[in-house]
C-alpha cells in the first residue's frame, strides 16, 4: 500500500460541467475526509466518511457537490455545473480509527475551471 | 477560524536548526497540538503531535511551553528539502469534531544553501 492515491492529478474543464474525482485511501483506514485549497490558503474541510457513512458536511460544500464512499472503500466527489470558483486543490485524506498520528493525505486533485 | 497564530514566512540556512512558533493562548485541556507541511504541489504531511510533553521523532522536535499557549517545531538540521509550508493546528482530543482539521495559512519555511 503506497498511501492515499488521488486520480486525475490534473482537470481542465468547461465551466458547466460536471466533474468527478476519484480518492482509494489506505486500505485499513476506515475514516476518509475531502478537504479543498485554494491558492494561498491552507486546506478546509468539506465532508468526513466513517466507513460507507458520510457524518458531516461543511457549509462550504453546496448542493452541486456530492460525495460518496460505497462499501467505505474508495470514495468519489462530484462537483456538477462548475463554475470558476471551483478552482482549486481538492485534497483527500485518511486515517485509522484511532487519530493519535493525525491522517495521511493524497497528492491531490487540481481542478481548474476555465 | 483557525486557532493558531504563525508567522507567514522565515528563512533558515541549511544545516541549522528551524524553530518554528506557534501560538495557541485558547487552547484547552482537551486538544492537541498538530503540526503538519506542505511540499509545493503536494498534499500536507504529518510531522509531529503533543499535549503536554515535549515530543520527538524522526523528523522533529515538538516543545510546548508549560502553560501550553504556545510551541516551537524544531527541525535540528534543515535540509533544501525543508523548504514547505508548515501548519500548527490544535486538535480535540475527543468530542463531535475531533476528527477535523482547522489549517491556517502556515509558515513558508525557505531552506537557503
Known amino acids: 500500500d503506497t498511501g492515499v492515491s488521488q486520480d486525475p492529478r490534473h482537470k481542465i474543464t468547461k465551466r458547466g460541467q460536471n466533474v468527478t474525482f476519484r480518492c482509494d485511501p489506505i486500505?485499513?483506514?476506515?475514516?476518509l475526509y475531502w478537504y479543498r485549497q485554494t491558492l494561498g490558503q491552507g486546506p478546509e474541510f468539506l465532508t468526513y466518511f466513517q466507513n460507507e457513512a458520510q457524518l458531516e458536511k461543511s457549509r462550504l460544500l453546496s448542493d452541486r457537490f456530492s460525495a460518496e464512499r460505497p462499501k467505505g472503500s474508495f470514495s468519489t466527489l462530484e462537483i456538477q455545473r462548475t463554475e470558476q470558483g471551483d478552482s482549486a486543490m481538492y485534497l483527500c485524506a485518511s486515517s485509522p480509527p484511532t487519530l493519535s498520528n493525525g491522517y495521511t493525505f493524497g497528492s491531490g486533485t487540481r481542478l481548474t475551471v476555465v | 477560524d483557525a486557532k493558531t497564530t504563525q508567522p507567514p514566512s522565515m528563512d533558515c540556512a541549511e544545516g541549522r536548526a528551524a524553530n518554528l512558533p506557534c501560538n495557541h493562548s485558547?487552547?484547552?485541556?482537551?486538544?492537541?497540538v498538530y503540526w503538519y507541511r506542505q511540499i509545493h504541489s503536494q498534499g500536507p504531511q504529518y510531522i509531529i503531535h503533543?499535549?503536554?510533553n515535549n515530543e520527538t521523532n524522526e523528523m522533529a522536535s515538538l516543545i510546548i511551553t508549560e502553560d501550553r499557549k504556545s510551541s516551537t517545531l524544531i527541525l535540528p538540521h534543515a535540509t533544501l528539502r525543508d523548504t514547505a509550508v508548515y501548519y500548527c493546528i490544535v486538535r480535540e482530543t475527543s468530542g463531535g469534531s475531533n476528527y477535523k482539521l482547522t489549517f491556517g495559512k502556515g509558515t513558508l519555511l525557505t531552506v537557503n544553501p
Open positions: 503533543g499535549l503536554k
Open positions: 485558547t487552547i484547552s485541556g482537551n486538544e492537541y
Open positions: 486500505s485499513e483506514h476506515n475514516r
